[in-house]
């Protein structure tokens, strides 16, 4: 079930309605039905997958309760949890991975294993992570086991999450499936406020843009003059697209009076690749530093390597560079999250190889500032800093949006050796054809100045929603309104696209 498909509105509604009409202690077991029902929507086979994920992870966790209530040695508790962390991921990585291995083995040995082709179930990346999340969290003391199975359930499929995240925090997300919400109307507005603006950041901005994104992806030696801007015009489409349903599916949370984690903060206002993957997928940057980056960067090897590190460049290198390989290995399992293929492997080593190289000069980077006496506050090198990280963050794109590796390299080479903007007008823009391209260029236009005017205005501390809400009724009614109408006048009019990262 789409999140911009009519079905799904109306499910919501009903949702909505069905939570607010029953009983205090049932609310939770109306929000574990409605979930389980847009599940089974999408198909009964996928229902095996996700239970899999709940049952293991629900005995797993209640078992390491139990070791820590009897007091089991460390290397017990150790080897329970390490067996739950691996049979929770199993599933994904059968699912997920199979095709890609015995491709590398066909290559690699030079067999001939047919390729096998498995079910992808609807939202496994991100409840199989938030799954281990859990368990660790259980295992670490951060967080009690959960003795209801049904209540575990809930906390796994709650029903918006499930397309494409966030992912969520035990200790913030369960509290709040549990307690049962009064209805209030400010709540109701926020939600909708919300879902208003994710819904047009999707369906004006981002499903423009992608029209032209995709027929430049589909026919690059056709326009090969303007595969940069083809690289530019993805870059929007991404982000409003993500940005835009995760909006969507954060204002559902708060119509049930459920405060969902932020998973994006202005990302393209970032000024340097640490702090855009600190702005963008917020909740997966803070899975990998929890459950990845600090294990790693604590764990035995990693305190001889630190040593040794020190002995051989250093105490100041020999302190940077233990940081630089656990974020290198930290993107490499970010990249080949997103996908199974040599495109995502190359995707994740370029942004880790970016932020540890970072890491590696910065102390350079300091000398050279004050050698040409910036101090940093400048706000020419503010700006700076901002154009810089966004340029290179569309060259990324370069591999995000290729089907291939090879496909990639091939837009690089075509980006930088032909140029004829003009070709952007030999695109068909909907229904209204070419003739209606310089009309969707400035629909874009528009809507991206209006996203960017909404983050400096954010970055400064405006809080836009609170600011709406604040106004009289009639005035914040009217303004919703419009915003909704708007998406009717200037949404795109090509066949309607789902959300890119339900997907993954």
Same mark, same amino acid.
């Given at each position: 079930?789409?999140?911009? $498909?009519?079905?799904?509105?109306?499910?919501?509604?009903?949702?909505?309605?069905?939570?607010?009409?029953?009983? $205090?202690?049932?609310?939770?077991?109306?929000?574990?039905?409605?979930?389980?029902?847009?599940?089974?929507?999408?198909?009964?086979?996928?229902?095996? +997958?996700?239970?899999?994920?709940?049952?293991?992870?629900?005995? !797993?966790?209640?078992?390491?309760?139990?070791?820590?209530?009897?007091?089991?040695?460390?290397?017990?508790?150790?080897?329970?949890?390490?067996?739950?962390?691996?049979?929770?991921?199993?599933?994904?990585?059968?699912?997920?991975?199979?095709?890609? +291995? *015995?491709?590398?083995?066909?290559?690699?040995?030079?067999?001939?294993?047919?390729?096998?082709?498995?079910?992808?179930?609807?939202?496994? $990346?991100?409840?199989?992570?938030?799954?281990?999340?859990?368990?660790?969290? *259980?295992?670490? @003391? @951060?967080?009690?086991?959960?003795?209801?199975?049904? %209540? !575990?359930?809930?906390?796994?499929?709650?029903?918006?999450?499930?397309?494409?995240?966030?992912?969520?925090?035990?200790? %913030?997300?369960?509290?709040?499936?549990?307690?049962?919400?009064?209805? &209030?109307?400010?709540?109701?507005?926020?939600?909708?406020?919300?879902?208003?603006?994710?819904?047009?950041? @999707?369906?004006?901005?981002?499903?423009?843009?992608?029209?032209?994104?995709?027929?430049?992806?589909?026919?690059?030696?056709?326009?090969?003059?303007?595969?940069?801007?083809?690289?530019? +015009?993805?870059?929007?489409?991404?982000?409003?697209? !993500?940005?835009?349903?995760?909006?969507?599916?954060?204002?559902?949370?708060?119509?049930?009076?459920?405060?969902?984690?932020?998973?994006?903060?202005?990302?393209?206002?970032?000024?340097?690749?640490?702090? !855009?993957?600190?702005?963008?997928?917020?909740?997966?940057?803070?899975?990998?530093?929890?459950?990845?980056?600090? =294990?790693?960067?604590?764990?035995?090897?990693?305190?001889?390597?630190?040593?040794?590190?020190? @002995?051989?460049?250093?105490?100041?290198?020999?302190?940077?560079?233990?940081?630089?390989?656990?974020?290198?290995? *930290?993107?490499?399992?970010?990249?080949?999250?997103?996908?199974?293929?040599?495109?995502?492997?190359?995707?994740?080593?370029?942004?880790?190889?970016?932020?540890?190289?970072?890491?590696?000069?910065?102390?350079?980077?300091?000398?050279?500032?004050?050698?040409?006496?910036?101090?940093?506050?400048?706000?020419?090198?503010?700006?700076?800093?901002?154009?810089?990280?966004?340029?290179?963050?569309?060259? %990324?794109?370069?591999?995000? %949006?290729?089907?291939?590796?090879?496909?990639?390299?091939?837009?690089?080479?075509?980006?930088?050796?032909?140029?004829?903007?003009?070709?952007?007008?030999?695109?068909?823009?909907? #229904?209204?054809?070419?003739?209606?391209? =310089? &009309?969707?260029?400035?629909?874009?236009?528009?809507?991206?100045?209006?996203?960017?005017?909404?983050?400096?205005?954010?970055? #400064?501390?405006?809080?836009?929603?609170?600011?709406?809400?604040?106004? =009289?009724?009639?005035? &914040?009614?009217?303004?919703?309104?419009?915003?909704?109408?708007?998406?009717?006048?200037?949404?795109?009019?090509?066949?309607?696209?789902?959300?890119?990262?339900?997907?993954?």
């Amino acid at each position: 079930m789409s999140l911009i $498909s009519n079905a799904f509105i109306l499910f919501v509604l009903a949702a909505v309605v069905c939570y607010y009409l029953a009983p $205090s202690r049932v609310k939770w077991v109306v929000l574990l039905v409605f979930s389980c029902m847009y599940y089974l929507a999408g198909g009964v086979r996928y229902l095996f +997958f996700i239970l899999y994920s709940i049952i293991v992870v629900y005995l !797993f966790g209640l078992g390491i309760d139990r070791l820590q209530r009897k007091n089991a040695s460390a290397k017990t508790q150790k080897r329970v949890i390490t067996l739950g962390v691996v049979l929770s991921l199993l599933m994904l990585f059968i699912v997920k991975y199979t095709g890609f +291995f *015995v491709d590398i083995l066909n290559t690699v040995c030079g067999l001939h294993i047919p390729g096998i082709s498995i079910l992808f179930p609807l939202g496994i $990346s991100f409840y199989t992570f938030q799954s281990v999340g859990y368990l660790l969290d *259980v295992y670490w @003391k @951060k967080a009690e086991a959960e003795k209801n199975i049904f %209540r !575990f359930a809930l906390f796994i499929s709650f029903f918006p999450q499930l397309m494409q995240g966030p992912i969520g925090n035990y200790n %913030r997300l369960a509290p709040q499936l549990m307690t049962p919400h009064p209805f &209030a109307w400010n709540t109701i507005a926020r939600g909708l406020t919300r879902i208003v603006w994710g819904y047009a950041k @999707k369906m004006i901005i981002a499903d423009w843009a992608g029209i032209f994104a995709d027929a430049i992806w589909g026919d690059p030696d056709r326009y090969n003059g303007i595969v940069l801007l083809g690289l530019v +015009f993805y870059g929007i489409q991404l982000y409003a697209d !993500f940005s835009g349903g995760i909006d969507v599916v954060i204002g559902i949370g708060s119509l049930f009076g459920i405060q969902m984690d932020e998973n994006f903060h202005h990302p393209y206002l970032a000024t340097s690749m640490a702090d !855009f993957w600190k702005r963008w997928h917020i909740t997966l940057g803070e899975w990998m530093m929890n459950y990845v980056f600090y =294990p790693v960067t604590l764990s035995g090897w990693m305190t001889k390597f630190s040593a040794w590190s020190r @002995k051989t460049f250093g105490k100041k290198m020999g302190r940077v560079v233990p940081v630089a390989l656990a974020d290198f290995i *930290v993107f490499f399992l970010v990249g080949i999250w997103h996908g199974a293929s040599w495109k995502y492997v190359v995707y994740g080593l370029v942004n880790g190889g970016i932020i540890a190289f970072s890491e590696l000069m910065g102390g350079t980077y300091r000398n050279w500032k004050k050698v040409l006496h910036i101090s940093g506050k400048e706000t020419w090198y503010h700006i700076f800093q901002i154009v810089r990280t966004y340029v290179i963050v569309n060259l %990324r794109w370069f591999y995000d %949006r290729s089907d291939t590796l090879t496909e990639g390299n091939y837009l690089v080479k075509q980006a930088f050796s032909h140029f004829d903007w003009s070709q952007i007008f030999d695109i068909a823009a909907g #229904r209204g054809g070419t003739e209606f391209v =310089p &009309a969707a260029l400035l629909i874009i236009a528009a809507g991206c100045i209006v996203m960017v005017a909404a983050g400096v205005l954010t970055e #400064r501390g405006v809080d836009l929603q609170e600011k709406l809400l604040s106004q =009289p009724k009639p005035v &914040a009614a009217a303004v919703l309104i419009v915003l909704f109408l708007m998406i009717g006048l200037f949404g795109s009019t090509s066949a309607p696209k789902g959300f890119i990262y339900a997907q993954f």
